[in-house]
């Protein structure tokens, strides 16, 4: 199994960004998807999480102007990012829980989103 995030780049504050991940691979089911980020010197957090039945949640920085989405049928989960400050740069990651058959979480390679003007 593989997670293709794809999406990042610079963007100055107030504007948007889509980031998207698609798991590809032999796949049984896909349960939670979400996307983390790691700023320089600080821990991974989480940012939005999605659940394969449609409940979603996220981080109280990011509440209202981040969306998560999902695309069950492409196995591909978004985020749209809105009104970005300097604070959302980071590094994202996408993150989903697999069963291929064991129950597996996996990680997608990173992604750079810079806020800077």
């Known amino acids: 199994v593989q997670l293709q995030a794809s999406g990042g780049g610079l963007v100055q504050p107030g504007g948007s960004l889509r980031l998207s991940c698609e798991a590809s691979g032999v796949m049984f089911r896909i349960y939670d998807m979400g996307w983390y980020r790691q700023a320089p010197g600080k821990q991974r957090e989480l940012v939005a999480h999605?659940?394969?039945?449609?409940?979603?949640n996220y981080a109280d920085s990011v509440k209202g102007r981040f969306t998560i989405s999902r695309d069950n049928a492409k196995n591909t989960v978004h985020l749209q990012m809105m009104s970005l400050k300097p604070e959302d740069t980071a590094v994202y990651y996408c993150s989903a829980r697999i069963t291929t058959p064991t129950l597996t979480n996996f990680w997608g390679h990173g992604t750079l989103v810079t806020v800077s003007s």
């Open positions: 999605a659940t394969n039945g449609g409940i979603t």
